[in-house]
Each structure stands twice: as C-alpha cells, then as structure tokens.
C-alpha cells in the first residue's frame, strides 16, 4: 500500500501535534508548504525558531514578552493601583481590545483544577504576594472565566487578599449583549440576576 514519502508524514505528524488540527487538515497544510515558494516555507521556519528563541515570561506579570519587563509593566502611562488577574496571555489581549483596561497584569497559566491535580502551586503565583505588599495597588480585579475552575482561582486569590488594605473584584457575569432571556441557561440567569446593577434615572 502507498503511503507519503517520510519526511512528508513527519511534517504531518508535527503539524497534527498542534491543538485543533487533524489529520486531514495537517495534510491540507503540508501539501500548502510543500507548493509553497521556498523563500516562504524559510520564513515560516525562521519565525518559528525566533519565537520559541526570543519570547519569554515577564519577570513581574508572567505575560509573554520579547523584553523584560514587558511593555505593560514598564509603561508609566498604565494605571498602577489596578491589577487584573487573568489565565492565560490570550486573554490580556482580549482585556487590551476593548480600550477600557489601562492597569496592570498577573498571567496565571492555568486555574486551580483538583480534578486535573493543579493546585496553586502549579500557577505562577510565586511573585503574587511580592507584588501586592507595599505597592500602589488598591484594587485587584479577578478576570477568571465562569467555571468551576474559574471560581476555585479567583476565591483562593480573594482568601490570599484578605489581610491587605486592598479592595477585590470580580468582572461581571451573566447575559451576553445582544442574548435573548429565554434561551440563557439557569446558572447565567442566576449569576445575571445577582450581579445587577442599577439602572440610571
């Protein structure tokens, strides 16, 4: 029986390794380098290399970063006395899209998961308490995902706040803009109702 020539089934195999992406999509995209332009398929490779090379961990907020501190942290303009604690890089840049957020930053990388034997030890949280003592931040804002795990993270950070001078929030739960009432399930409908704020006059 046919198969594909080595070197083209381990390209597919790597590609296969990466989230989302079966078999017949990593053969889609190895075909695509193959006929790509040489130059091309070099760049790819290029980029690849240099971004594993060059993009660490920010020392103080975990984010990724070519330099160090990042230019969050080193930026003077951002608001110092707000700390958003967010999972992952990915999601200060959805926190960076909306144009509203000028604080600071604590990347986790990962949420606190009894079932997948991730406790607090496992999230970078090592320089968390540092960060907090005698700065200027008066308030930290949790930006965990509504989930079991979500809630474990942000309350296990609220207990380890609890005996500094420093209000803590929680971003908004509940219906989406444009949702409609009767489709949204109990638990938004619940979280919704309890986090409703007041209407101006």
């Known amino acids: 029986m046919y198969s594909f020539p080595a070197p083209l089934r381990k390209l597919i195999g790597q590609l296969e390794r990466l989230p989302g992406i079966g078999n017949r999509t990593a053969t889609r995209l190895a075909f695509h380098i193959l006929d790509e332009n040489p130059d091309r398929v070099e760049e790819l490779a290029d980029s690849l290399r240099a971004a594993r090379r060059e993009v660490d961990y920010c020392s ?19 608001n110092r006395s ?15 899209k909306t144009e509203e957020y000028r ?71 509940g219906l989406p803009a444009g949702g ?7 638990v938004t409908l619940s979280r919704a109702l309890s986090g409703r704020s007041e209407v101006d006059k």
Not at 63 to 78: A, Q
Not at 82 to 96: G, I, Q
Not at 180 to 186: F, I, P, V
């Open 82 to 96: 707000l700390l958003c604690v967010v999972e992952s890089p990915r999601d200060v840049m959805a926190m960076e």
């Open 103 to 173: 604080g600071l930053y604590h990347v986790l990388h990962g949420l606190i998961s009894p079932l997948d034997d991730v406790g607090p030890e496992e999230l970078a949280l090592d320089n968390f308490a540092e960060r907090i003592s005698g700065s200027e931040i008066e308030e930290v804002i949790i930006a965990t995902d509504p989930s079991a795990e979500g809630d474990a993270t942000a309350m296990y950070i609220s207990r380890q706040l609890k005996d500094e001078n420093i209000r803590v929030t929680r971003l908004a739960q």
């Open 180 to 186: 409609d009432l009767e489709y949204a399930d109990e």
């Open 60 to 78: 103080h907020c975990h984010n990724i970063t070519d330099s160090d501190p990042c230019d969050i942290c080193s930026d003077s303009s951002r």
